[in-house]
């Protein structure tokens, strides 16, 4: 099967043709994923994911989610630059491969795809965890590093928020009488 890539001078052309590639077949598409020294391909895709997302969303929640779109894309773009910015950092650190903040912002920007069902009840948690191993599927696929390495990698990231606000729920009763008003 052939891959489809997101080109810059076919950006519409090619964006949902790369969107079913990543999902067909995620390790062949990030094999073969080109390089990047620009933001521009994942800023775009990212858009669409979100924007898309909103308007998926707009029957489970009123329309004051779209008003909020800009702040959710300036959350989402900025988010993933500081991620793609870790698992550059990740990958240097805990295996012998090298992947540039460019390209680990166009990893997880394609491994972003299946967050456009984010904001729709009950898909959103599949949605989630299906990006997650999309992403932790690159990570392995781009960088040669060990799959455990990788998972811990990724998923520390996940479970380390939710481990803190269990262990100050425990700690502090007063807090779980604010949660459960």
Do not use: C, K
Not at 82 to 102: E, I, N
Not at 152 to 180: N, T, Y
Request: charged fraction near 10%; avoid cysteine.
């Amino acid at each position: 099967m052939s891959m489809v890539y997101m080109e810059d001078r076919r950006v519409m052309a090619t964006m949902l043709p790369a969107a079913r590639s990543v999902l067909r077949d995620p390790d062949a598409f990030f094999r073969g994923m080109p390089t990047t020294a620009r933001y521009q391909l994942g800023i775009l895709l990212l858009t669409a994911i979100t924007m898309v997302s909103v308007f998926l969303a707009y029957p489970f929640y009123d329309a004051l989610l779209m008003f909020l779109y800009p702040v959710i894309w300036v959350g989402t773009v900025v988010g993933t630059v500081v991620w793609a910015h870790y698992l550059s950092w990740g990958v240097r650190r805990f295996s012998d491969g090298r992947m540039a903040p460019t390209n680990a912002f166009l990893l997880s920007s394609y491994a972003s795809v299946p967050l456009v069902a984010a904001w729709i009840p009950w898909l959103g948690t599949v949605a989630f965890f299906w990006s997650l191993y999309l992403m932790w599927r690159g990570v392995v696929v781009r960088s040669g590093m060990r799959p455990g390495v990788a998972l811990a990698l990724i998923g520390l990231p996940m479970i380390l928020p939710v481990v803190l606000l269990l262990g100050l729920l425990i700690a502090f009763p007063q807090l779980r009488a604010l949660v459960s008003a």
